[in-house]
């Protein structure tokens, strides 16, 4: 266990924005994990915990507290089911499942940071969320001292959130186990239409493995959603913003704020999200109030590849960062009466 005083955190954010921490923990084993928050949670410390680094937004200031970094490592693969330690690598696990001709987390690939944070944001993309295929999440319960073994229903999954999203100081994930699929080196059902057009295939089908990988792969560089240290476009969170969930009545009065602005014929994305309710596009949004690719003119901007990113181009604070968010979150919501919320974590600041 590795521990440094008044350290960078900056360079453990895919951002690498921040100050530093009053003192940085490296675990590498989940008893090292969990014998640091105990001595924090003793002690009265504030507790950061991170894992990849690439959903946290941490302010100048830097955090005051104990930075724990979480470092495990452990894939253990034993038919299709699948146990990750928390510090592992995600897009290296997919590969890794890929590879081993198992189904249901491909469309998964290419996402930045570590196993351990995809139950917290039900991470998803491409027509896939993690919610699909996690059995159960292991993980240290603050309140009561113990490790806990949670099971998939009682996670609380949602769109982007979790049980353990809604209760942040409570739970320190330490290992994800999956249960995913032999489809004979096929893909699950590819379900999301950019996927499928780009795959030259229906809504549906399954594809093999590597095909889905390759293509997501290829999908998301041309996003700039792909981590490159050359490219400032990844210098970023990749969403900054959730799509919107709007209610019904929420959706007619959008729509006609949608026809004032750009007339009768224009038609939002909307897909349905249970309940009544409408999912529209974040991006759409943004790129509609006038928000497009590369808007911006200071260390912060808008991705030349893709309007939902925010990007530090080199020499952003978080400031500058935070600047260009509410600029965003206000233009949109003068636009069209919708308030986007953000996807990534903050620290010590807010939009």
Same mark, same amino acid.
């Not at 002690?43 to 680094?53: D, E």
């Given at each position: 266990?590795?521990?440094?005083?008044?350290?960078?955190?900056?360079?453990?954010?895919?951002?690498?924005?921040?100050?530093? !921490?009053?003192? +940085?923990?490296?675990?590498?084993?989940?008893?090292?994990?969990?014998?640091?928050?105990?001595?924090?949670?003793?002690?009265?410390?504030? +507790?950061? $915990?991170?894992?990849?680094?690439?959903?946290?937004?941490?302010?100048?200031?830097?955090?005051?507290?104990?930075?724990?970094?979480?470092?495990?490592?452990?894939?253990?693969?034993?038919?299709?089911?699948?146990?990750?330690?928390?510090?592992? =690598?995600? %897009?290296?696990?997919?590969?890794?499942?890929?590879?081993?001709?198992?189904?249901?987390?491909? *469309?998964?690939?290419?996402?930045?940071? @570590?196993? #351990?944070?995809?139950?917290?944001?039900?991470?998803?993309?491409?027509?896939?969320?993690?919610?699909?295929?996690?059995?159960?999440?292991?993980?240290?319960?603050?309140? %009561?001292?113990?490790?806990?073994?949670?099971?998939?229903?009682? *996670?609380?999954? %949602?769109?982007? /959130?979790?049980?353990?999203?809604?209760?942040?100081?409570?739970?320190?994930?330490?290992?994800?186990?999956?249960?995913?699929?032999?489809? #004979?080196?096929?893909?699950?059902?590819?379900?999301?239409?950019?996927? !499928?057009?780009?795959?030259?295939?229906?809504?549906?089908?399954? =594809?093999?493995?590597?095909?889905?990988?390759?293509?997501?792969?290829?999908?998301?560089?041309?996003?700039?959603?792909?981590?490159?240290?050359?490219? /400032?476009?990844?210098?970023?969170?990749?969403?900054?913003?959730?799509?919107?969930? +709007? @209610?019904?009545?929420?959706?007619?009065?959008? +729509?006609?704020?949608?026809?004032?602005?750009?007339?009768?014929?224009?038609?939002?994305?909307?897909?349905?999200?249970?309940?009544? /309710?409408?999912?529209?596009?974040?991006?759409?949004?943004?790129?509609?109030?006038?928000?497009?690719?590369?808007?911006?003119?200071?260390?912060?901007?808008?991705?030349?590849?893709?309007?939902?990113?925010?990007?530090?181009?080199?020499?952003? %604070?978080?400031?500058?960062?935070?600047?260009?968010?509410?600029?965003? =979150?206000? #233009?949109?919501?003068?636009?069209?009466?919708?308030?986007?919320?953000?996807?990534?974590?903050? $620290?010590? $600041?807010?939009?």
């Amino acid at each position: 266990m590795l521990e440094l005083h008044d350290a960078p955190l900056a360079p453990l954010t895919t951002f690498r924005l921040g100050g530093p !921490a009053t003192r +940085l923990v490296t675990a590498t084993t989940d008893d090292e994990v969990i014998a640091t928050v105990r001595e924090a949670d003793a002690a009265g410390t504030p +507790l950061l $915990v991170i894992g990849g680094g690439s959903n946290l937004v941490i302010g100048d200031k830097g955090f005051d507290g104990t930075a724990l970094r979480v470092a495990t490592t452990g894939f253990r693969l034993e038919g299709g089911e699948l146990e990750l330690a928390a510090g592992e =690598v995600w %897009t290296d696990a997919v590969a890794r499942t890929v590879e081993a001709g198992l189904a249901g987390v491909e *469309c998964l690939s290419g996402i930045p940071g @570590s196993a #351990g944070a995809t139950p917290i944001q039900n991470v998803g993309a491409y027509g896939q969320e993690v919610s699909s295929t996690i059995s159960e999440v292991v993980a240290y319960d603050r309140r %009561t001292g113990r490790t806990v073994t949670v099971p998939n229903a009682d *996670c609380g999954f %949602t769109y982007r /959130h979790s049980r353990f999203k809604a209760s942040p100081d409570r739970y320190v994930v330490l290992r994800v186990r999956f249960r995913l699929e032999d489809a #004979g080196g096929l893909s699950a059902p590819v379900g999301y239409a950019e996927t !499928a057009r780009a795959l030259g295939v229906e809504a549906g089908d399954r =594809v093999p493995l590597a095909a889905a990988r390759e293509t997501v792969l290829k999908l998301r560089a041309g996003k700039g959603m792909v981590l490159d240290p050359d490219d /400032h476009d990844t210098w970023s969170a990749g969403s900054f913003f959730t799509n919107p969930i +709007l @209610s019904a009545a929420e959706y007619e009065a959008f +729509l006609g704020r949608v026809r004032d602005r750009l007339g009768e014929d224009v038609r939002p994305p909307a897909y349905p999200a249970g309940d009544g /309710h409408t999912k529209t596009s974040a991006a759409w949004l943004i790129d509609r109030a006038g928000f497009t690719k590369g808007y911006g003119g200071g260390p912060a901007r808008i991705s030349t590849k893709h309007t939902l990113a925010l990007t530090n181009r080199g020499e952003a %604070t978080t400031e500058d960062l935070l600047a260009l968010a509410r600029e965003v =979150v206000a #233009g949109v919501r003068d636009a069209f009466g919708v308030t986007l919320v953000n996807e990534p974590v903050t $620290v010590g $600041v807010s939009l």
